[in-house]
């Protein structure tokens, strides 16, 4: 089995399919860098769907068995339910995934599932409107989210995973009127930690708000008790309410890291390889691709990057990492 410096093996692979967003988060992609001015990368940067597959196939040669579709927001890319039918027949993959906003979910449920979509991911950081409309600084309203997440679920896309980015003196104010809503529903609802994810958002730590106390802010309310992974390396620490009404997790990134157990690599929509989330630099797969590398070739390429992978950002994180140049989660999803 293929394995880094630190013994970790390669199991996902996180693919952006587009560095374009219809929504401008403040902690993602602010307009004050993502403005009008703003160059994004042209069609022809971008990996086709035939390279994507066939990137795909040879990581899967190599352990991956996870696939989960970014962006950007995914949805933008036009024609990805193709994309979604072909990576479902690739062999040896077990998995696939996709991570949205939801803004353009209701159009496309019913065809990403049929097109062999087998999970699906919403965010949705508050059912304030207000709220929501400021974070997403694009006036979306909560409720063409909530009506994405009900189409998923009429389509059998569940269960639905709902994340949950929580800032302090933001959103965390309406965190348990999150877990209220999503309480006995069977939608699993998923709180992650404010990052320092590239250089744009203007992260402060005081901005952080920690697993443990978004878990005692529930649990005076809905009572929860403590569950086992699903898997070894799963990010989110999982608790269930006493009631039955179902799980939340909590995605510590910040307060508890989770480096030693990270098998997942990324892939930038112009076919650049990252091994973290909080990576400098990219390794350029789509030249390789287009110089008419073989299969082989690539493979031996994309081991090479991961054996010699030694991240550990967050587990080490200080003052002074925080400065560096940081690749931004609008390019590599989160």
């Known amino acids: 089995m293929l394995r880094d410096t630190l013994a970790r093996p390669i199991r996902d692979l996180r693919i952006s399919v587009t560095?374009?967003?219809?929504?401008?988060?403040?902690?993602?992609?602010?307009?004050?860098?993502?403005?009008?001015?703003?160059?994004?990368?042209?069609?022809?940067?971008?990996l086709s769907y035939e390279?994507?597959?066939?990137?795909?196939?040879?990581?899967?040669?190599l352990g991956v068995e996870k696939i989960r579709l970014t962006g950007g927001e995914p949805l933008v890319r036009q024609e990805l339910p193709r994309l979604v039918e072909a990576l479902s027949a690739v062999p040896g993959l077990r998995d696939l995934a996709l991570t949205t906003n939801?803004?353009?979910?209701?159009?496309?449920?019913?065809a990403l599932c049929a097109a062999g979509l087998r999970r699906i991911t919403v965010s949705l950081d508050t059912l304030d409107d207000e709220v929501f409309k400021t974070i997403n600084d694009v006036d979306a309203p909560v409720q063409a989210v909530l009506d994405g997440i009900d189409a998923a679920a009429n389509v059998g896309l569940e269960p639905i995973k709902i994340n949950a980015v929580i800032k302090r003196g933001v959103n965390d104010h309406t965190l348990v009127d999150l877990a209220r809503h999503f309480h006995g529903t069977g939608h699993i609802l998923r709180f992650?930690?404010?990052?320092?994810?590239?250089?744009?958002?203007?992260?402060?730590?005081?901005?952080?708000?920690?697993?443990?106390e978004i878990i005692e802010r529930i649990?005076?309310?809905?009572?929860?008790?403590?569950?086992?992974?699903?898997?070894?390396?799963?990010?989110?620490?999982?608790?269930?309410?006493?009631?039955?009404?179902?799980?939340?997790?909590?995605?510590?990134?910040?307060?508890?890291?989770f480096c030693g157990a990270c098998t997942r690599a990324r892939l930038s929509a112009e076919g650049q390889l990252y091994t973290c989330l909080f990576a400098t630099r990219g390794h350029d797969l789509r030249g390789a691709l287009r110089r008419g590398a073989t299969d082989e070739e690539i493979s031996t390429m994309i081991a090479s990057v991961w054996r010699g992978r030694d991240d550990r950002y967050?587990?080490?994180?200080?003052?002074?990492?925080?400065?560096?140049?940081?690749?931004e989660m609008s390019y590599i999803g989160g």
């Open 102 to 110: 939801g803004r353009l979910l209701s159009a496309q449920a019913d």
């Open 51 to 61: 390279e994507i597959v066939r990137l795909v196939r040879i990581f899967t040669g």
């Open 219 to 257: 649990n005076a309310e809905l009572p929860l008790e403590p569950l086992e992974p699903n898997y070894p390396g799963e990010v989110a620490r999982r608790w269930r309410y006493v009631d039955g009404g179902g799980e939340i997790g909590v995605i510590s990134s910040i307060s508890a890291p």
């Open 192 to 212: 992650i930690e404010y990052m320092d994810v590239g250089k744009t958002n203007g992260w402060r730590l005081e901005h952080v708000v920690p697993a443990r």
């Open 19 to 46: 560095d374009r967003c219809n929504f401008r988060c403040t902690y993602c992609m602010p307009k004050e860098v993502f403005g009008r001015e703003y160059q994004f990368l042209e069609r022809a940067e971008l």
């Open 314 to 327: 967050s587990e080490l994180r200080t003052a002074e990492s925080l400065e560096r140049e940081k690749v």
